[in-house]
């Protein structure tokens, strides 16, 4: 006797604004799903996006058919033709399924959120990012500083100080709220020339890649790419080092910091308490300098 398998019903929403989209899965288990595409990405990228998320759930391996609903009558018609060609997949409105607007709505609210924050300008943002490395080794250290007084700092096993640099640049995007525009102040012109190369020529275009690196510098200039394409557009400015700018010699101190810390095996309760110190003291003198 075989037994019958409930679909997998899921609501798939994309939302845009201001140029911006962002796609949303809501299954009725409470699974979900939910991205901010890269700035350019057209409605057919962003569904292609979505599908690829859903179609790798381990979830699909119990089950041989997928409802997913649909208000958007573009988007809807484009999963049509896709479901022609899959016949486990079946698309219908969400009020043709009981508790199907409740799910639906849950995934429009998700992709709206996100295209939402993705648009909406907050006051701009301005932090430090540093790298050090050790001479014969591959003990390195990250620090990040923004004037609002958050930090970050850690280690990198790293080749160069350039590599250390990327990283550092790297976590502070990673960590800096994809709502403020974000100007990072770095000592390095080859970190910041590298980065900014990465930016495509024209909106929307293909991002490319600087030639003849290492292959862990390239690792972290893709991770950085990532970074850059989800969130608004980010400015790269050059500060002498050791030049006495308070934010770029609390990353500095901060980055040192990280890579003694490893080196010295300092306890993490150490080590954070002396982080909050520096970047506290470093914030101050940037808001006397800027008062």
């Known amino acids: 006797m075989t037994t019958a398998v409930t679909p ?17 899965l809501a299954e009725a288990g409470g699974w979900h799903a939910e991205m901010l595409c890269p700035a350019g990405m057209d409605h057919p990228g962003a569904l292609l996006g979505a599908m690829e998320v859903l179609l790798r759930r381990p979830a699909l391996v119990d089950r041989d058919r997928v409802t997913l609903l649909c208000s958007d009558q573009l988007l809807a018609l484009t999963l049509t033709e896709l479901a022609a060609r899959m016949p486990y997949l079946t698309v219908c409105s969400p009020q043709d399924v009981i508790g199907g607007s ?9 992709a709206t959120r996100l295209v939402r924050e993705a648009t909406e300008r907050r006051p701009a943002l301005t932090a430090a990012s540093d790298g ?3 001479q014969h080794t591959r003990d390195g250290g990250w620090g990040w500083l923004a004037e609002d007084g958050t930090y970050g700092f850690g280690p990198a096993s790293c080749t160069e100080p350039l590599e250390a640099e990327l990283i550092g640049i790297q976590e502070l995007l990673r960590a800096a709220p994809r709502t403020h525009d974000l100007t990072v102040l770095c000592d390095s012109r080859a970190a910041i020339h590298l980065v900014g190369s990465l930016a495509p020529e024209r909106p929307g275009g293909p991002w490319r890649f600087p030639s003849s690196r290492s292959a862990r510098v390239h690792g972290t200039l893709i991770a950085i790419r990532q970074e850059l394409t989800v969130r608004p557009p980010v400015a790269l400015r050059w500060v002498r080092g050791h030049d006495g700018h308070p934010l770029n010699e609390g990353a500095d101190r901060l980055a040192l910091h990280a890579r003694r810390t490893v080196s010295g095996r300092v306890p993490p309760a150490t080590a954070r308490a002396t982080a909050e110190a520096i970047a506290a003291e470093a914030v ?7 008062a």
Do not use: D, I, P, Y
């Open 8 to 24: 997998l019903l899921t609501a798939l929403v994309v939302a845009k604004r201001a140029g911006r989209r962002a796609w949303a």
């Open 102 to 110: 409740l799910l639906h709505s849950r995934a429009r609210e998700a």
């Open 132 to 134: 050090s490395h050790g």
């Open 284 to 290: 101050a003198r940037w808001q006397e300098s800027a």
